[in-house]
């Protein structure tokens, strides 16, 4: 499978837990992004990462949210002390080196996030 | 701040109908995107419109783009009941390397 993988697909966590999402970009793509989308509404864009490195961070809450892209491994996206707020749909992409971030993005199926 | 505003909000046609959608920007662009979410799933890229191209086609797809009015359009011809989902336009705000921005979307009911 060499589409973009998100585990989990769902999630439920009390208030004040911890919630990590994960993200596999396609092979061969040195980008992701993160984006979050609540009911009925568009993506609003967290952050976008290249591996160990933090590229654009502006949309990112500034408390309990991070987001990293180790050498090895997934892209995570980490809620610390989670509020019914922060339930939503989060979505991962990927795209190639050389694009940029205004190119084409290849999605996930996301990660919802249910907040009891 | 939303980049993007897909007009209308919802739309509902039969089988076979053209469907029309229409998106609004607020500042210069490299280039445009429309994106497809079929409930509960993820994005699909659909078509991407460079700021310097007045139309372009996919398929049944027709994408217009209108950048003195900042302004573009989505057209399906000959619609099916699978084409029901939600369309995004998506904008690259037209400095460096900056991350697309979405709008509220589209969302198109195709009945049979």
């Known amino acids: 499978n060499a589409g973009v993988m998100q585990n989990p697909r769902h999630l439920v966590r009390r208030r004040g837990q911890e919630a990590r999402l994960r993200c596999s970009p396609m092979k061969g793509h040195s980008h992701v992004y993160w984006y979050r989308q609540l009911p009925e509404e568009g993506l609003k864009f967290m952050v976008y990462?290249?591996?160990?490195?933090?590229?654009?961070e502006s949309g990112m809450p500034k408390e309990r949210f991070s987001a990293e892209f180790p050498k090895e491994g997934p892209s995570i996206l980490r809620i610390q002390q989670v509020v019914r707020g922060d339930s939503a749909a989060y979505f991962c992409?990927?795209?190639?080196?050389?694009?940029?971030?205004?190119?084409?993005?290849?999605f996930g199926e996301g990660s919802r996030l249910t907040v009891l | 701040s939303q980049q993007g505003e897909e007009d209308p909000q919802a739309l509902s046609i039969q089988e076979g109908e053209n469907a029309t959608m229409n998106c609004s920007y607020k500042?210069?662009?490299?280039?445009l995107q429309w994106y497809r979410q079929n409930s509960g799933r993820g994005l699909v890229h659909l078509i991407l419109?460079?700021?310097?191209?007045r139309e372009k086609h996919s398929g049944r797809l027709r994408v217009t783009l209108d950048t003195s009015k900042k302004s573009s359009s989505l057209l399906i011809t000959a619609s099916r009941a699978a084409d029901t989902a939600s369309y995004f336009c998506a904008t690259d705000a037209g400095r460096g390397n900056t991350p697309l921005v979405f709008g509220k979307g589209t969302r198109l009911s195709v009945i049979a």
């Open positions: 500042t210069s662009i490299n280039n």
């Open positions: 990462l290249q591996k160990e490195n933090i590229i654009d």
């Open positions: 992409a990927s795209s190639p080196p050389g694009q940029g971030a205004a190119g084409e993005l290849f």
């Open positions: 419109i460079r700021s310097n191209e």
